[in-house]
């Protein structure tokens, strides 16, 4: 739960690209670092923040401001760390979804996506974050077998020698913000390759 970030060394001709899965308690972020000669992957890693174990989880502000704002604040800053550490090239983040089951959910994911947002201006201005809509998530990394979470899952597992996770053997053991957070990066991975070869034609 606590944040961690992997010992990190640009290697010559490599770039990042940050892919979020947005959530008030639980949130995934994942890192594809490829090269940038022929946008083959390098390797993948990724990891689940809990808003209310982070050490910038401050109890003084729960009290005023309410356990969802103090969490918001804690992965907010723990992404901005993230993104100071990694430099991605490209941020992407699923985008929210609404539930008509869960109305009350969709205002949630609203205002992290807005923190998020926020985190990657304050890295950089000139930096855009990329929204990914769920289905067009599912659909592109050719998840398949109905609309949930086990599709995914099962889709970045089929892909798992392209994307050369760390700690490939515990990929089962990754819990849904992870995966969700690889696809969403793996997403954006593929957008770049079919801009660049588009541009090649």
């Given amino acids: 739960a606590a944040m961690r970030l992997y010992p990190y060394v640009p290697e010559p001709h490599s770039a990042n690209i940050i892919g979020i899965d947005p ?20 390797y993948t890693q990724a990891q689940t923040f809990v808003g ?23 992965l907010k800053q723990a992404i901005f760390s993230c993104l100071l550490h990694y430099k991605p090239l490209q941020i992407v ?12 959910a969709y205002l949630a ?20 974050l990329y929204m990914v809509e769920p289905s067009i998530l599912k659909k592109t990394i050719g998840a398949k077998g109905g609309d949930g979470k086990e599709a995914i899952k099962n889709a970045v597992i089929a892909k798992r020698d392209e994307l050369k996770i760390l700690n490939n053997s515990e990929l089962e053991w990754f819990d849904d913000h992870s995966i969700d957070a690889i696809g969403a990066a793996y997403c954006r991975m593929l957008g770049l390759r079919n801009s660049i070869f588009h541009q090649e034609l």
């Fill in 52 to 74: 209310s174990k982070l050490d910038a989880f401050n109890k003084w502000d729960e009290m005023t401001h309410h356990a969802r704002f103090t969490r918001i604040n804690a």
């Fill in 93 to 104: 983040s699923e985008a929210p979804f609404f539930n008509p089951s869960r109305p009350g």
């Fill in 23 to 42: 959530g008030t308690d639980s949130l995934g972020l994942s890192v594809i670092t490829f090269d940038v000669r022929n946008l083959d992957i390098l």
């Fill in 109 to 128: 994911l609203v205002e992290i996506c807005s923190s998020i947002r926020q985190a990657v201006y304050e890295y950089d201005p000139w930096r855009s």
